[in-house]
């Protein structure tokens, strides 16, 4: 049985391929094809949809016990079960799945244009404003000798900005790294003090000032798509994947 998701409208390079879960046909809170297994759900069906991932992928993906952090994982192919502790991977090893779990927060994907490294981020509010995305920049051009006018990006289904209520505080957060920030705020017209914050605009802004010069949106909000989890708008629910690997 094919996993339920789609193939991003991305101008991907030869050999590199991409999937994006969704939440299936099933009950709420979780839905038929929740992959995260640390949400409540039954961890024998949690295990039954990450197998059902074979039908889209070369083998399963490296999944990460994500923290909101800016720690950067560089995958070789030799890791073990044990979840990693980190917030975005990359790898430059055929075969070798990236995945970042999310109901609401961004997912970015990443790959350069000849296809030599690929990586992922967790583009949560707290992670964006730290720097996961400057971070796994920063370990690509490392890893694989690459600079960020070689890379691609895809901003996948997150909470839009028409539903990503925040307070001062992330506002001001984002104000003290640059002011062109501010373009992506605006008052909350019926919560005195609150803002909604456009995620995939703070991403776009990060990712064009560190060189990254293609970028591509899905322009799809978890909040208000049904098909996708959101925890904003469930609290109890599941996680959808992004994933990006090389072909083998």
């Known amino acids: ?23 299936g046909v099933g009950p709420l809170p979780y839905g038929g094809f929740n992959l995260g297994d640390h949400v409540g759900d039954d961890p024998g069906a949690v295990q039954l949809n990450r197998q059902r991932l074979l039908s889209v992928l070369p083998r399963q993906p490296v999944w990460l016990a994500q923290v909101h952090g800016t720690r950067v994982i560089t995958l070789t192919g030799s890791e073990g079960p044990a979840p990693l502790i980190g917030d ?12 970042i779990m999310t109901a609401d927060c961004l997912p970015v994907l990443l790959a350069d244009r000849l296809g030599r490294v690929v990586g992922a981020a967790h583009a949560g509010w707290r992670g964006l404003a730290d720097g996961v995305l400057e971070a796994l920049v920063d370990q690509m051009m490392r890893h694989a000798n690459v600079h960020p006018s070689d890379l691609l990006a895809w901003l996948g289904p997150a909470i839009g900005p028409d539903a990503f209520e925040v307070g001062t505080d992330v506002r001001e957060a984002f104000l003290r790294q640059s002011v062109e920030h501010a373009r992506c ?13 456009d995620l995939p605009g703070l991403a776009t802004q990060k990712l064009e000032r560190l060189g990254v ?33 090389i072909e083998a």
């Open 213 to 245: 010069a293609s970028v591509t949106g899905s322009d799809t909000c978890t909040y208000h798509a049904p098909d996708f989890y959101s925890y904003r708008r469930e609290k109890i629910t599941g996680r959808m994947a992004s994933m990006i690997w």
């Open 185 to 197: 705020f605006r008052p909350q017209d019926t919560v005195s003090g609150k803002w909604l914050a």
């Open 1 to 23: 049985m094919t996993a339920p998701g789609f193939v991003p409208e991305w101008s991907l390079p030869i050999g590199v391929k991409a999937w994006q879960s969704t939440r």
């Open 88 to 99: 975005a991977v990359l790898t430059s090893v055929p075969g070798v799945v990236c995945a």
